[in-house]
């Protein structure tokens, strides 16, 4: 094959990146004392650049969804990426830096026969990752994923952030073509799940067909919560959860002009911002005096109204819905005040609830979820991933729950590790263990929110930066140390402080600063 002389091996500074094409590639150059190792350049979950994340020690992490990357072998190490990298030959030759490109298709390894069957209920983040990697792994007995949906697996934040706007983005929904389960053997099947029984391990669905299984991962997800308000079956009243209930969105959005949207949780200033960016008259009516209080405070959930209002979204905060109003279509929102918002398009936003209901032999705790330990096992033979799983926080923590997308993609990652048999070589003989800093991300107006940690209360939130800007990076502070941060427009710091809250939990507001990245920029970026 032939080699391709890119760049002097002087030019590249001992921890130095640089991006070069060659041919159709983009490759990344990572300079590593006196080697140098070259991955893709472009993260394949959206397309970012990514000589313009963090490297950490063998990790690269991507600046806007903040995937993780080996810079040695381009391995994926996080979500919400779903391919690795490509790694390019490498060989120094007179102080040249000379690459090879791979050949596109490795050959497939022989794998020895196996008779079990693993089923996975969801076909979301965690059952998707679940599936792959079940095969990544050498797992060669039958993947059955069963899906109310008849969709390949898809990206669901893109819903209410990109698909209501109309707003191009690149992130890669479904997450794999329809080939990719053919070629793995990953069975895909159509079915309202109506009973799990974890004592005999049988599963029985909707349409009267049922089935066993060795390991079985539930990855159900949350429902949105629908409320008992007079009014609320009228159409023209919607939930989004999926790709069906967005599109039903869009079909009314294109007739109608004024919008109201019930609740202020991130899906529904999400939506609320869509809708706007599509020019519709939007109001938002929240029982809260400020969005994302319990999650981010007041301080910074009001950033988030400053934000809407100046483009032109309408709030009513603090107030209760009484009732929709209509004869057939909703014509008006009641206030409990007894303001009258009128409305041709509603969407609520009031919450989720986790999809538990036909899980027999494990008792659901009250909120819904299914209690997990570190491996994400629920019971013998049976784990449970994303939005349903109550799992320690850092692994050995209190249990919590949390519903967002790349959280959901470790879980199903993990339990699949456990599933297979893998994860003992990991985790010391235990199993593979989740117990990574919990991170997600919001975007409103092409503006995005990144969180890092989890935070249920806290003694103080410091601030860098410019909350009217808004750019910010806030630190949430519990007797000293910082439990959580917060960070709009801050790409490369929140990537760095996702990195360092995964290192220790000890830190301090001043160890932090006010540009964590640049504990990175050293060079060979080693640990701090």
């Not at 490498?90 to 490109?101: E, G, Y």
């Not at 070629?183 to 049988?202: G, P």
């Not at 048999?421 to 003989?429: F, L, S």
């Not at 801050?490 to 160890?511: C, G, S």
Request: with cysteine; proline share 7%.
């Amino acid at each position: 094959m032939p080699q391709h002389d890119v760049a002097a091996l002087t030019d590249l500074p001992d921890g130095a990146m640089r991006t070069v094409q060659v041919e159709d590639h983009q490759i990344l150059l990572i300079r590593d004392g006196q080697g140098v190792h070259a991955i893709g350049a472009v993260c394949p979950h959206a397309g970012a650049p990514l000589d313009q994340g963090i490297r950490n020690a063998d990790r690269i992490v991507c600046p806007w969804h903040k995937a993780a990357f080996c810079i040695r072998t381009g391995a994926l190490l996080d979500p919400p990426a779903v391919d690795p990298l490509p790694r390019y030959d490498v060989r120094i030759d007179s102080q040249r830096i000379l690459l090879t490109i791979p050949p596109a298709e490795p050959a497939t390894p022989t794998l020895p026969p196996d008779r079990r069957s693993f089923v996975i209920v969801g076909a979301g983040a965690a059952g998707a990752l679940a599936a792959q990697t079940l095969r990544q792994t050498g797992f060669n007995g039958r993947v059955i994923m069963l899906d109310r949906e008849n969709r390949v697996p898809y990206d669901r934040t893109v819903l209410s952030k990109f698909t209501l706007s109309g707003e191009p983005n690149a992130e890669k929904s479904p997450l794999q073509p329809q080939s990719f389960y053919r070629q793995h053997r990953i069975e895909r099947r159509t079915a309202e799940v109506t009973r799990l029984d974890a004592t005999q391990k049988r599963i029985d669905c909707a349409d009267g067909s049922s089935l066993t299984y060795d390991a079985a991962l539930l990855a159900t997800g949350a429902d949105p919560i629908l409320p008992k308000l007079p009014g609320a079956a009228l159409k023209n009243v919607f939930l989004l959860r999926s790709r069906s209930d967005a599109d039903a969105i869009l079909a009314q959005a294109e007739r109608s002009q004024r919008v109201v949207v019930l609740g202020a949780s991130f899906i529904a200033m999400e939506v609320a911002a869509s809708l706007r960016e599509r020019g519709l008259d939007v109001t938002v009516v929240g029982q809260e005096t400020a969005p994302f209080a319990k999650q981010l405070g007041e301080r910074i959930g009001n950033v988030f109204v400053g934000l809407h209002r100046n483009n032109g979204v309408e709030f009513r905060l603090g107030q209760k819905v009484q009732a929709l109003h209509g004869e057939t279509d909703v014509q008006a929102v009641v206030l409990a005040d007894g303001q009258r918002l009128a409305a041709d398009l509603v969407v609520i936003g009031f919450g989720v609830r986790p999809v538990t209901g036909y899980l027999h032999g494990v008792a659901p705790h009250p909120d819904g979820g299914v209690t997990v330990d570190a491996t994400l096992k629920a019971a013998d033979g049976l784990y449970a991933a994303g939005d349903i799983a109550r799992f320690p926080l850092h692994g050995d923590g209190p249990p919590i729950r949390v519903e967002h997308w790349r959280v959901a993609q470790q879980h199903g990652r993990v339990a699949a590790l456990n599933m297979a048999g893998q994860g003992a070589a990991q985790g010391a003989g235990q199993g593979a263990r989740y117990d990574a800093t919990p991170v997600f991300w919001t975007i409103q107006y092409l503006k995005r929110l990144d969180y890092i940690g989890h935070a249920t209360d806290w003694d103080d939130i410091i601030v860098h930066g410019d909350l009217e800007k808004p750019e910010f990076l806030a630190y949430y502070v519990k007797a000293g140390w910082v439990i959580a941060a917060a960070g709009l427009d801050h790409d490369q710091d929140t990537a760095a402080l996702i990195e360092l809250f995964n290192q220790r939990r000890d830190w301090t507001p001043e160890a932090l600063g006010a540009t964590p990245a640049e504990r990175f920029k050293s060079p060979a970026s080693k640990q701090p």
